[in-house]
């Protein structure tokens, strides 16, 4: 049967029919006055980020969707970063739109549904940093020996810091800390994080190391830490950092992007500081290491000086002058022996070669009756002496060399030796023949 049945279509309506807006007022009232404090399970879907800072998004189930929308200053209360496909627990109050006659979940609280969409996102963008090289162990970088100027990345209200600043007092107090103050928790808590690091690198003068600290809890209260932005922050970072995030248990991206992963914030602080009890000690030992050699060498100085006091050198110096003249004349008498020795051997050598010399001096020669000529031609004597008659002619003039002395003389005329006539004679015999012969032929 139809719903309308029964109604009187030609009935008046009533005087006080309430306008459009007095209804949406009346459920406005009773929407927000009944889900003033709820909390709300769903799928975040059609997420958008306004340029005012506000988040409008939507959740869903099976069955319907809720609108919400984050108000930019409830960004930093909630525990994660609201994103597409994340399945949460937000919590919130029921509004009304009048002007649109819309209602909307405004969300001051949102936390994860369990833990398996988060290590599903964790693990790959551990996979994508890893393929760049931001986790690389030849990318760390050494820590300072013995730092000035540490910049610890924290909340000051947190705990981490005050067991940070604690250990560092009693381990190394002569370091400056300069305390850089960010959230570290909570949705957009990775991009403040991120800023203060890039602060710290920026201090002047210059820290030497720059960590970044923060207390235990769940995977989602430390989300923070595994957000793409702040490790990229920690890789890019120009001055070593050393992250000690949460328990020993507890590893997020962060820690392996920096140079150095702490167990907790305090052995954050061991691991940048030099114990000084163990400095003190060292230097005592040094110092008695020290003493001990002195006291060494000045003992052994001591008896160097006491032989040096008895030497014969220093008791007696003219001892020294008259050993070196004796020594000395010991050594010229030996030089003049080998020099004399020296100059009589070579005299007999000179004797000798004399001797050889003389026994085939031309000059020997002529003392014994030969002589030697050579021709002469406007006072200019030649270079060879005369070995036959046929160089020389009548008038040739002669100088001829004796034993005593020269003598100069003019050619009157030749006379050859019968030997010479008899062997020119055969040769021109030997010519004719041969020119006879020759003729005979022809």
């Known amino acids: ?146 730092p000035g100027r540490i910049a610890v990345v924290t909340s000051p209200a947190g705990a981490a810091l005050h067991d940070f600043l604690q250990t560092l007092r009693g381990r190394w107090p002569a370091a400056e800390v300069i305390v850089v103050p960010t959230r570290v928790q909570g949705a957009g808590a990775a991009v403040e994080v991120a800023r203060a690091l890039e602060r710290a690198a920026r201090l002047v003068p210059a820290v030497d190391v720059i960590a970044v600290v923060r207390g235990g809890g769940s995977l989602e209260d430390l989300w923070a830490f595994n957000e793409e932005p702040l490790v990229r922050a920690v890789a890019a970072s120009p001055i070593p950092v050393v992250a000690g995030v949460g328990h020993e248990i507890d590893v997020t991206l962060a820690d392996l992007a920096a140079d150095v992963r702490a167990l907790t914030p305090t052995d954050a602080a061991v691991r940048i500081s030099p114990d000084r009890r163990q400095l003190l000690a060292a230097v005592a030992a040094f110092d008695q290491r020290l003493h001990a050699g002195l006291l060494r060498r000045t003992a052994t100085a001591r008896e160097w000086l006491e032989r040096l006091a008895g030497a014969r050198m220093l008791v007696d110096p003219s001892w020294i002058l008259s050993d070196r003249r004796s020594i000395l004349d010991t050594h010229d008498a030996r030089l003049k022996r080998l020099v004399a020795g020296a100059i009589e051997r070579a005299r007999e050598r000179l004797a000798a070669a004399a001797g050889r010399l003389d026994a085939v001096s031309p000059l020997a020669i002529l003392a014994r009756g030969y002589s030697v000529t050579w021709t002469e031609a406007d006072g200019v004597r030649a270079t060879r002496p005369l070995v036959s008659v046929e160089a020389v002619a009548a008038g040739t003039r002669l100088v001829t060399q004796l034993a005593s002395g020269r003598i100069h003389s003019r050619v009157e005329g030749i006379e050859w030796a019968e030997e010479a006539t008899m062997a020119t004679s055969a040769g021109n015999v030997r010519g004719d023949r041969t020119q006879g012969g020759g003729d005979d032929g022809a």
């Open 1 to 146: 049967m139809d719903a309308t049945q029964g109604i009187d279509r030609r009935a008046a309506p009533p005087p006080d029919v309430p306008g459009v807006g007095e209804v949406t007022a009346r459920i406005k009232d009773c929407l927000e006055g009944r889900f003033a404090d709820i909390w709300v399970a769903g799928e975040v879907t059609n997420l958008t980020r306004a340029a005012s800072g506000h988040v409008y998004l939507a959740l869903k189930d099976d069955t319907a969707i809720l609108r919400g929308v984050v108000w930019r200053g409830a960004l930093p209360l909630l525990a994660i970063e609201p994103e597409d496909g994340l399945e949460v627990v937000c919590h919130g109050r029921v509004e009304v739109y009048p002007p649109r006659g819309t209602y909307q979940l405004t969300i001051d609280r949102m936390h994860a549904v369990g833990t398996g969409a988060l290590e599903a996102k964790l693990r790959r963008l551990h996979a994508t940093l890893e393929a760049e090289g931001l986790f690389s162990p030849q990318r760390k970088r050494p820590l300072p020996p013995f």
